[in-house]
């Protein structure tokens, strides 16, 4: 099959599948836990929800936890510093390869503005599911899948079954 | 020295946040090797064009956790206290719903959390738009948690395992689960010959 330009010039995935299973390995090894990355949004949110409305935040049963008495400000967190790893990681990454271009990823013919609305919409709902699922795809599938945990399997099961099956609605967006 | 290091040799905040950046910046730049910066690299595979995707996370599954086990094995992991301490908690039915609402936001945002900071970072505006509909989505879980407060943690089975739920051992376990990723690997191939979008 022809291999469009924004495939070309990446790590073959077995390779780069190993390097991100030793980096996980690593961090399992140091810590216990494995790697995140929604933990930090969830955060984020909450400050920003903070900036605009203290007492939403600190009385909500949900963000509240993050703002307790005697709680460090919660962007003092370990997630949230993995994930400033993971911009510069991305970064250097990005240059060293010169693949930094501004632009949207969408299928040929897919229009600009479906394009951008469908990745706001997408975004909030999948905002809402790390929450009830307490975690994505790094900190679930990934790091609870590699230790065998029981809702992490689950939960990446119901991931791939339902995307390839909602895939079939928006395949004007892709293509 | 046996880890998991963190918690059996008490490290220091400080230290732990210096891990965090360390582990952090090369997930991130394998995350950009692997091409996750870019939509369309992430959704390829739910239209059988690409399955790059399913290679590199079932790779990297199956290569952290055979790893684990084989430190455990020569006496540099305690596995133990993972099984104690730190494996994430099952709260079944919540994570299913979590699930079939993150797999919707994956193929209509084209993102998932790590990999759109990942596309922020290559330039990608879209990405930038995802993100920011996620933090929407955290203020919408947040507002409506009197709703499903109690729900969000029903369901709770505890720190559990397959090898448990099915009465055998983690090794076996996980011969099981490198079979299936090698099987998966060879119908990714299939797929991507069938790849039923395009004819």
Redesign the interface.
Known sequence: ?HE?D??KG??N??I????????????????????G??G???R???V??HGISPQF?ET????KGFYGAGVRHPLFD??V??????????????IT?R?????????PTAGLGL??S???????????????????????????????????????????????I??YF??R??? | MTGPLAMLQDFSLTTNLWIALVVGFFFGFVLERAGFGDARNLTNIFYFRDMRVLRVMFSALCTAMVGLIVLSWIGLFDYSILLEYSLLKTYLLPQVVGGILFGLGFVIGGYCPGTAVVGLVSGKIDSVVFLAGMIVGMWIFAAGFPLWGSFYKSFDMGRITLWQIFGTSKEIMAVAIVVMALIAFVLARLGEKWHPYDK
């Open positions: 099959m469009p924004y495939a990446f790590w995935p077995y780069a599948g190993i390097a991100l299973g030793l980096v996980l390995l690593v961090t399992f090894y140091l810590m216990g836990t494995g790697l990355a929604s930090a949004v969830a984020t949110a909450a920003i929800a935040v909500n049963g949900y963000f370990w997630v510093v993995q994930v400033v790893g993971v911009f510069a990681g991305g970064l250097v990454a990005v390869a693949r930094f271009r501004i632009g949207v990823g969408r299928g394009r951008l469908l990745a706001f919409f997408g975004g909030i709902i999948g905002g809402i599911g790390t929450r009830f699922a307490m975690g994505c795809t790094s900190g679930q599938a990934l790091s609870g899948g590699a230790t065998m945990a029981v809702g992490s399997w689950a939960f990446m099961m119901v991931v791939f079954a339902t995307a390839f909602a895939a928006v395949r967006e892709w293509s």
